[in-house]
């Protein structure tokens, strides 16, 4: 009895693999519950940081106040000393002094070369301040009277759309830098800030990363204000909401969040604000710094945030009930909440009829699965599962890869790798030689590699329908995280073959159930099953049967149409 | 564990989890075991009356279950029976459900060194299966039930797939007579094809789990949820004898497989279709060995009434150890029959007794 219990005791190595089996995700898990405890205590901590210094910095600054000018005082020589004590020593400020026109009061403009519109400036400011202002029988009483002279000037003379008092010197420098005018005048306690910004934009053009046969050729550009007439220009809507942050430090830029306000969730967008506001990096370069600050997981492959340069794709996640975030200097906005089908969708599958846009949907997944699986599964059946194949396919494959020196998964990723530094070389060169590119890479590499011996055929033809179908992804960035975890899988196959490739889909399945975007699940509508968002998922039905937006979003307004 | 608000799952996720418990091991052996007892081709009877067994059995749990809605079977067996005795039968269940797991590991690595993966060391082929198990738990009830709504409909349609190709060499005549030799064989084989239904066990835990406005649906949940595996069932052994014959399955170990290994269709890509059904299967494994991973985790930490992460850990080099123990193939079997025969006790005796005791409790108070 006793000898036989004992004979089932495993041996010394099961144990030792018992504790293996333990212990290395253990390592894991601590190693990454280190890095995200390391860091959200390094936030609390420049959190506090940030709270003493600004409580430090305002402290200065009531001391300053009480020392020095923080307002223009009326006097003159004294007003345009303030302006030029702040931002005078820089080349591009320009100052101008003169005479109201027939007068001798003094006034100077203030403006910054380059962002202000000169043209206005001299033909509508400086013309008619200048000129016959005043008759000479008003000139003394109206000179003894300041605040009467400003609205004289403000009410009669300018003819500029955009005029505003301002008091505070500071804010008034931090509208002359953005290109506005600033009107000195002797005696009057305030400045007149002329709206005479013309900030350089391009004009618009079609969006060059998002290229579509049917639909409008427009995209958005730098100037925010542009992007946001965009919006607006789609149709009227009262309840298209656009509020306004500003974020980074050092640099302040103007971001907005777009929303309608009857359809989107609140508490999206409560949470969208509050991710926004947690910003505290000094300087929001593009688009790209707010997904990566304001994404749910930074170790995930997977995009979590969709950038679009479309104002129309821009308008249509409007309409299901997302939220859009735009930033000044950058034509590409950011659209939350993001699942894992809107990466496989275009908007031109609603421009086209349904039919071929099924189709062309159901390709996409196709080519999504044939760039992550092509060429595990191609590894896993020549080094493992030759007999899985049929007898004649597996005989040619076997007699192209007779002399091959590699094993599979060396000679695949010999190829891949050269793919990836292809596309990568063709991107940067200049337009002209990004053909010749292709032609010597793609043609006389992958033919003389064969030549050689050095890649099977087969193995060529896998490489290049595995790249051809990652770029049939419409999204740039989706394509990038499928090709990037296709050297996963290969790695997994080249282990334990189609158990391996299995394996991968699991572990992909679990990290992708695990991810959310902003609340909702990545992988809906796939899971939980929700048959009604089905219908513009894999297939894209006829558009009288989409009566409902997408329920997943949890959106105020449900029906689309009646 | 506390219990989060978000970890609520819908019925239709219940049912998916249901099924995928259920389809495990069984659709590779069952052909063999019930023939095995049987001897005539009427086994597919006694799966459809093994499956009608497991229907009512698991009636009696969700009723059970449903008596405490909010609770898991782990809370609320000691508001029953007390707490030592409730923590006992907890503990039972728990043993259970991480033994089960380590049979279902130790299946899947015979089964992958046998047909995909031959020379590569058993040690080898768990490690991995485990590591990624753990990580979909550590996702909680909600991640678990969405990949298995992920697998599910693959292996609908590649079972279904598979089965009909294998139309091909499927003969009638291997499946008559019917009740050639009466009623008695169907009868012996009831028992092995009732224990090809373990699974409906998890709606001990699952019912707390479920929306509260959702729970009455749960006997709907326990009716789709068994009738779906009772279909893949009978479809499998009646294929498999249809196409080898009764004297045929005997020999064979894995069945199922030798049905998809012998045919051939030419002229479509893949000429032999066991790589599909292996793919389903590993996918079905890890389904049942993430499940009751999970419930055995839960267990302990609700009985310890402590965070859930210590106790995935801990668990990971037992189910192991446990799955390393069986020396042999034959053992495995063993193995597996003991670990059925405590589960008929389990879970299909216990309920009752509860349910009777807890009758008794009511009358009196």
């Given amino acids: 009895m006793w000898g036989k219990i004992l004979s089932y005791i495993p041996e010394w190595k099961v144990f030792m693999q018992g504790f293996i089996v333990f212990f290395i995700p253990y390592i894991i898990f601590k190693l990454f519950n280190g890095i995200v405890s390391k860091q959200k205590t390094h936030e609390d901590e420049m959190k506090e940081i940030n709270d003493q210094t600004n409580q430090k910095v305002e402290l200065e600054h009531q001391k300053s106040s009480q020392g020095s000018y923080d307002h223009y005082t009326g006097d003159f020589n004294l007003d345009v000393e303030l302006v030029k004590n702040e931002i005078g020593h820089n080349w591009d400020v320009h100052v101008r002094e003169f005479h109201i026109g027939n007068t001798d009061i003094r006034a100077a403009i203030i403006f910054l070369d380059g962002l202000s519109d000169k043209e206005l400036i001299d033909k509508h400011i400086l013309a008619s301040l200048m000129g016959n202002v005043l008759k000479k029988d008003e000139q003394e009483s109206i000179y003894e009277k300041g605040v009467f002279l400003q609205t004289f000037i403000k009410n009669e003379v300018l003819s500029v759309s955009d005029i505003t008092e301002e008091y505070d010197v500071k804010q008034s420098v931090g509208k002359i830098l953005l290109g506005a005018t600033a009107l000195i005048i002797d005696g009057i306690p305030n400045v007149l800030m002329l709206g005479t910004v013309k900030g350089k934009s391009r004009n618009f053009e079609e969006p060059v990363s998002e290229a579509l046969v049917r639909g409008p050729r427009l995209g958005f550009t730098e100037t925010l204000s542009d992007n946001t007439a965009l919006l607006r220009q789609h149709g009227e809507n009262s309840d298209l909401s656009i509020i306004n942050f500003q974020v980074g430090k050092r640099t302040k830029k103007e971001l907005v969040i777009a929303y309608i306000q009857e359809i989107a969730d609140p508490n999206l967008i409560e949470e969208v604000k509050k991710r926004i506001q947690s910003i505290t990096i000094d300087d929001v370069a593009e688009s790209g710094y707010v997904e990566q600050l304001i994404e749910d997981n930074y170790l995930s492959p997977f995009t979590q945030v969709q950038n679009t340069e479309r104002p129309d794709r821009v308008f249509a996640a409007l309409m299901e009930g997302r939220v859009a975030i735009l930033l000044d200097g950058t034509p590409f906005a950011l659209i939350v909440p993001v699942t894992f089908s809107m990466l496989l969708q275009s908007p031109e599958d609603y421009y086209e009829r349904w039919l071929p846009s099924t189709l062309i949907r159901l390709l996409r997944y196709l080519a999504a699965a044939i760039t992550l699986f092509a060429p595990s599964l191609y590894i896993s059946f020549v080094s493992f599962h030759q007999g899985l194949i049929p007898t004649k396919l597996a005989l040619s494959m076997m007699g192209t890869r007779e002399g091959v020196p590699f094993p599979a998964i060396i000679e695949a990723l010999i190829m891949e790798v050269a793919i990836e530094i292809l596309r990568e070389a063709g991107l940067r060169l200049p337009k002209p030689i990004g053909p010749t590119m292709g032609i010597v890479g793609g043609l006389v590499i992958g033919e003389a590699a064969v030549q050689a011996g050095i890649v099977s055929p087969i193995m060529v033809i896998v490489v290049a329908l595995t790249a051809i179908s990652s770029f049939a992804i419409p999204q740039y960035n989706a394509g990038i995280s499928l090709r990037m975890l296709r050297f996963v899988a290969m790695f997994f196959a080249a282990l334990f073959g189609l158990y391996g490739v299995i394996l991968f889909f699991l572990l992909l399945c679990s990290h992708l159930v695990k991810l959310k975007s902003f609340g909702i699940p990545y992988v809906s509508p796939t899971v939980p099953y929700r048959a009604s968002d089905w219908k513009d998922f894999m297939v894209r039905m006829p558009l009288m049967m989409m009566k409902r937006r997408p329920k997943m979003l949890h959106t105020k307004d449900s029906s689309r149409q009646d | ?365």
């Fill in chain 2, 1 to 365: 564990m506390m219990m989060n608000s978000q970890d609520k799952i819908t019925p239709s996720q219940a049912v998916v989890i249901l099924v995928n418990y259920i389809l495990a091991t069984g659709i590779l052996t069952l052909p063999r075991t019930s023939v095995e007892k049987v001897k005539t081709p009427d086994v597919w009877i006694s799966v459809f009356l093994g499956g009608i067994i497991a229907i009512i059995a698991s009636l009696i749990i969700v009723k059970l279950s449903q008596k405490f809605p909010e609770k898991t079977f782990y809370q609320y067996s000691q508001d029953i029976v007390g707490k030592w005795i409730g923590c006992f039968l907890s503990l039972l269940i728990i043993v259970y459900f991480f033994t089960i797991s380590a049979f279902e590991v130790r299946i899947m690595a015979e089964v992958t060194s046998l047909f995909l993966l031959e020379g590569t060391p058993t040690w080898a082929i768990i490690l991995p299966f485990m590591w990624i198990g753990l990580y979909l738990i550590s996702s909680g009830i909600n991640g678990i039930a969405r990949l298995f709504e992920i697998i599910f409909p693959i292996t609908f349609v590649l079972f279904l797939l598979v089965a009909f190709l294998s139309l091909g060499i499927f003969e009638i005549d291997n499946l008559r007579p019917v009740l050639g030799l009466g009623v008695m064989p169907v009868l012996k084989g009831v028992k092995t094809a009732t224990l090809a239904f373990l699974g409906p066990e998890i709606m001990l835990l699952l019912v707390a789990f479920m929306k509260k406005s959702e729970k009455t649906k749960a006997v709907k949940v326990v009716l789709v949820g068994l009738t779906i595996p009772l279909i893949f069932y009978v479809i499998t052994v009646v294929m498999v004898i249809g196409a080898l014959s009764v004297k045929g399955v005997v020999t064979r170990t894995w069945p199922t497989l030798e049905l998809m290994r012998s045919f051939e269709i030419p002229g479509l890509i893949f000429e032999r279709f066991e790589s599909f059904l292996l793919v389903i299967w590993i996918m079905q494994i890890f389904a049942t060995f993430t499940i009751t991973y999970f419930a055995a985790a839960l267990g302990l930490a609700q009985l310890f009434k402590k965070n859930i992460q210590p106790f995935i850990f801990g668990l990971l080099p037992l189910i192991y150890i446990i799955s390393m123990t069986p020396k042999n193939i034959n053992d495995l079997f063993k193995f597996g029959n003991m670990i059925g025969n405590t589960a008929l006790f389990l879970f299909g005796v216990l309920p009752i007794i509860l349910l009777i005791i807890l009758r008794l409790k009511g009358g009196k108070t």
